[in-house]
């Protein structure tokens, strides 16, 4: 049975916080969770280091609300996601009614990575519905970008306030039509360059070839090699799916490898594409979600003249 | 910095080449070719040295054995291995059934008899060059055939009996070379991306090597059935030291492979993210262990 504002909702009651002060967060986030652990529902905070602490401090010694590291949990989303699925899961599976999360995404993603942790706030209103999850995602306006804010509204359908409401997002759109729009990332500066290496038409084993071709040590070797995979996956996709000519393009700098694959396709119609696995593999969504997970950052590129063009970092991508 | 490197593939220039691994740990080599001169060259460079190994020299011909004859004894080495008999040139039909079907085990049976009779009089093993393209026209004597190479690389692990194995890619297409060089440890053939090969005799354990992804999906599944790993105390053990690369593909058929035998399958590869792709797709039965 579910308590609170989301009782008698199926799925998962997604909401964001935004707050101006520290004062606004801790009168959201402390009644929330003291609610969760006095129904008895498993209740987590997955917060940063200096906004836990905080709540941490508020929360009364021996509360009973479960803190995660919110840092590994958000280093990238398709992860991010499969590692909170397996958490709801064990939980309904060990009888929960329903499970709190308070979670903040680091503010290093809010810079040149916010495109696909966009694309993650959309994705989870469908990736969390099979559980009965009643989660709060916090964004201090303080620091929060207002074009990040201006996602925040379209990626959760309502808001929690401090006085205690719970408010529609007008902005709020479907994930399946939000995450078919074109979220391109701002360019690398690196592809200002004119790229190392460029192969039109590649096999995948040429493409993974290039990519060891412009390693110059700088990334440790499984982070080049799970780039490799990554490239192999997307070139496999682009050829088996999209339309050709398939680029390979590869830059390198200091500290990052970057890799686009481009076809003159529309792209992926799966609009979950690379944050969920799709089925067996067979439409190439398994190769996607593995690339999601085997890089620093992935950025589609949609509907632009050159086609369909999925952006690959290994390294720093920010 | 110098400029891009600027490389059309659609017309396959920069293709990934299959090499012939430099060393022969047990000598069981596909030769595809399209012109039978450099087969020729491989076979007989094969021959000599097996010769300087003390080993008995079979050539299992595709056709008459005249004209094999002559063209090895243009080697002097192994002209005077054929006077004393050291050498012999075979037709194929003396060797195999050639119009039927090949019976593996039989055949495997065949080629242990002339190892030990080999060795009985002196030598150190028993080497073969086989023109095989006669043994692959039809669907079904492929498929026997395959079987058999792996049949008869588990023999290798165990006795001193080596074999290259020589087929015109002109007569059997593309498509039944990788079927066949993919099931030998060493090939020239550049369409097997992959080697899948014996490890020991009892048929537990496989070798493999090479680079496993969606194009290899359809030849990887074909030649896991055809070697037919057998389990011991429910586990089969892939060692995988020259793996450059295997894909989730690759690693969800060994799973399939080994849960259809009631067995976990244990990968030891070199490279890292091998394990790490078989975590993201939990699979229980599959082990990746990185031997570094």
């Given at each position: 049975m579910r308590t609170?504002?989301a009782a008698?909702?199926?799925?998962?009651?997604?909401?964001?916080?935004?707050?101006?002060?520290?004062?606004?967060?801790?009168?959201?986030?402390?009644?929330?969770?003291?609610?969760g652990?006095?129904a008895g529902e498993p209740?987590?905070?997955?917060?940063?280091?200096?906004?836990?602490?905080?709540?941490?401090?508020?929360?009364?010694?021996?509360?009973?609300?479960?803190?995660?590291?919110?840092?590994?949990?958000?280093?990238?989303?398709?992860?991010?996601?499969?590692?909170?699925?397996?958490?709801?899961?064990?939980q309904v599976?060990a009888g929960a009614g329903q499970i709190r999360?308070?979670?903040?995404?680091?503010?290093?993603?809010?810079?040149?990575?916010?495109?696909?942790?966009?694309?993650?706030?959309?994705?989870?209103?469908?990736?969390?519905?099979?559980f009965p999850?009643w989660?709060?995602?916090?964004?201090?306006?303080?620091?929060?970008?207002?074009?990040?804010?201006?996602?925040?509204?379209?990626?959760?359908?309502?808001?929690?306030?401090?006085?205690?409401?719970?408010?529609?997002?007008?902005?709020?759109?479907?994930?399946?039509?939000?995450?078919?729009?074109?979220?391109?990332?701002?360019?690398?500066?690196?592809?200002?360059?004119?790229?190392?290496?460029?192969?039109?038409?590649?096999?995948?084993?040429?493409?993974?070839?290039?990519?060891?071709?412009?390693?110059?040590?700088?990334?440790?070797?499984?982070?080049?090699?799970?780039?490799?995979?990554?490239?192999?996956?997307?070139?496999?996709?682009?050829?088996?799916?999209?339309?050709?000519?398939?680029?390979?393009?590869?830059?390198?700098?200091?500290?990052?490898?970057?890799?686009?694959?481009?076809?003159?396709?529309?792209?992926?119609?799966?609009?979950?594409?690379?944050?969920?696995?799709?089925?067996?593999?067979?439409?190439?969504?398994?190769?996607?979600?593995?690339?999601?997970?085997?890089?620093?950052?992935?950025?589609?590129?949609?509907?632009?003249?050159?086609?369909?063009?999925?952006?690959?970092?290994?390294?720093?991508?920010? | 910095?110098?400029?891009?490197?600027?490389?059309?593939?659609?017309?396959?220039?920069?293709?990934?080449?299959?090499?012939?691994?430099?060393?022969?740990?047990?000598?069981?080599?596909?030769?595809?070719?399209?012109?039978?001169?450099?087969?020729?060259?491989?076979?007989?460079?094969?021959?000599?040295?097996?010769?300087?190994?003390?080993?008995?020299?079979?050539?299992?011909?595709?056709?008459?054995?005249?004209?094999?004859?002559?063209?090895?004894?243009?080697?002097?080495?192994?002209?005077?291995?054929?006077?004393?008999?050291?050498?012999?040139?075979?037709?194929?039909?003396?060797?195999?059934?050639?119009?039927?079907?090949?019976?593996?085990?039989?055949?495997?049976?065949?080629?242990?008899?002339?190892?030990?009779?080999?060795?009985?009089?002196?030598?150190?093993?028993?080497?073969?060059?086989?023109?095989?393209?006669?043994?692959?026209?039809?669907?079904?004597?492929?498929?026997?055939?395959?079987?058999?190479?792996?049949?008869?690389?588990?023999?290798?692990?165990?006795?001193?009996?080596?074999?290259?194995?020589?087929?015109?890619?002109?007569?059997?297409?593309?498509?039944?070379?990788?079927?066949?060089?993919?099931?030998?440890?060493?090939?020239?053939?550049?369409?097997?991306?992959?080697?899948?090969?014996?490890?020991?005799?009892?048929?537990?354990?496989?070798?493999?090597?090479?680079?496993?992804?969606?194009?290899?999906?359809?030849?990887?599944?074909?030649?896991?059935?055809?070697?037919?790993?057998?389990?011991?105390?429910?586990?089969?053990?892939?060692?995988?030291?020259?793996?450059?690369?295997?894909?989730?593909?690759?690693?969800?058929?060994?799973?399939?492979?080994?849960?259809?035998?009631?067995?976990?399958?244990?990968?030891?590869?070199?490279?890292?993210?091998?394990?790490?792709?078989?975590?993201?797709?939990?699979?229980?039965?599959?082990?990746?262990?990185?031997?570094?």
């Open positions: 609170g504002a008698g909702h199926q799925g998962y009651y997604h909401e964001a916080v935004r707050y101006g002060s520290d004062e606004e967060l801790l009168a959201v986030v402390v009644p929330f969770l003291l609610d652990v006095g209740t987590f905070v997955a917060l940063g280091e200096r906004t836990g602490g905080l709540v941490r401090a508020a929360l009364p010694t021996g509360s009973g609300v479960e803190f995660l590291t919110g840092g590994s949990v958000y280093a990238r989303p398709t992860a991010a996601i499969r590692s909170y699925r397996e958490l709801l899961h064990a599976t999360i308070v979670g903040e995404l680091p503010t290093a993603t809010f810079g040149a990575t916010w495109d696909w942790w966009a694309r993650y706030e959309s994705a989870i209103n469908h990736a969390y519905d099979d999850l989660s709060m995602c916090a964004y201090d306006t303080r620091i929060t970008p207002p074009h990040v804010l201006d996602e925040v509204a379209r990626t959760h359908p309502r808001f929690a306030t401090p006085d205690g409401a719970h408010v529609p997002s007008l902005a709020y759109t479907e994930p399946t039509v939000y995450l078919c729009e074109d979220r391109g990332a701002p360019p690398d500066p690196l592809q200002t360059a004119p790229p190392l290496v460029e192969l039109t038409d590649p096999t995948a084993a040429q493409a993974r070839a290039a990519v060891y071709t412009v390693d110059r040590g700088a990334l440790p070797a499984d982070d080049v090699e799970d780039l490799v995979v990554a490239v192999s996956e997307t070139v496999t996709n682009a050829l088996r799916h999209g339309r050709p000519p398939v680029r390979l393009r590869l830059w390198a700098g200091p500290d990052r490898i970057v890799a686009t694959v481009t076809d003159e396709g529309a792209g992926p119609k799966d609009p979950f594409v690379g944050l969920l696995p799709a089925g067996d593999g067979a439409t190439g969504g398994l190769g996607l979600w593995i690339t999601y997970q085997s890089c620093n950052h992935v950025s589609l590129h949609r509907g632009g003249p050159a086609g369909f063009t999925l952006r690959l970092t290994a390294g720093n991508p920010h | 910095m110098s400029g891009p490197v600027v490389l059309d593939c659609r017309d396959g220039a920069p293709g990934v080449t299959s090499e012939m691994g430099a060393s022969t740990p047990y000598g069981h080599v596909c030769w595809v070719h399209d012109d039978p001169a450099p087969f020729h060259h491989a076979a007989q460079a094969f021959l000599t040295a097996g010769l300087a190994a003390g080993e008995r020299l079979w050539y299992v011909a595709a056709g008459p054995a005249e004209p094999v004859v002559a063209r090895l004894s243009a080697v002097p080495a192994l002209r005077d291995a054929l006077a004393r008999g050291t050498a012999e040139v075979v037709s194929v039909g003396d060797t195999y059934r050639s119009d039927a079907v090949v019976d593996g085990p039989t055949q495997v049976r065949a080629y242990a008899d002339a190892t030990e009779a080999a060795l009985a009089d002196g030598f150190r093993g028993l080497r073969v060059v086989a023109e095989a393209t006669p043994l692959v026209r039809t669907p079904a004597q492929l498929d026997a055939f395959a079987r058999y190479e792996h049949l008869v690389d588990r023999y290798m692990r165990a006795r001193p009996f080596s074999a290259m194995c020589g087929y015109d890619r002109r007569e059997i297409g593309s498509r039944a070379a990788a079927e066949l060089a993919c099931l030998h440890p060493e090939t020239n053939a550049p369409e097997a991306s992959f080697q899948l090969y014996a490890c020991d005799s009892q048929g537990d354990r496989a070798g493999l090597a090479g680079e496993l992804d969606l194009t290899a999906e359809d030849l990887f599944t074909t030649a896991l059935e055809r070697a037919d790993l057998r389990p011991v105390d429910g586990r089969l053990v892939v060692q995988a030291p020259g793996l450059r690369f295997i894909d989730h593909r690759a690693l969800l058929r060994l799973h399939d492979y080994g849960r259809r035998r009631n067995a976990s399958v244990v990968l030891r590869s070199p490279h890292a993210t091998a394990s790490r792709l078989a975590g993201l797709l939990d699979l229980p039965g599959l082990t990746v262990e990185v031997t570094g």
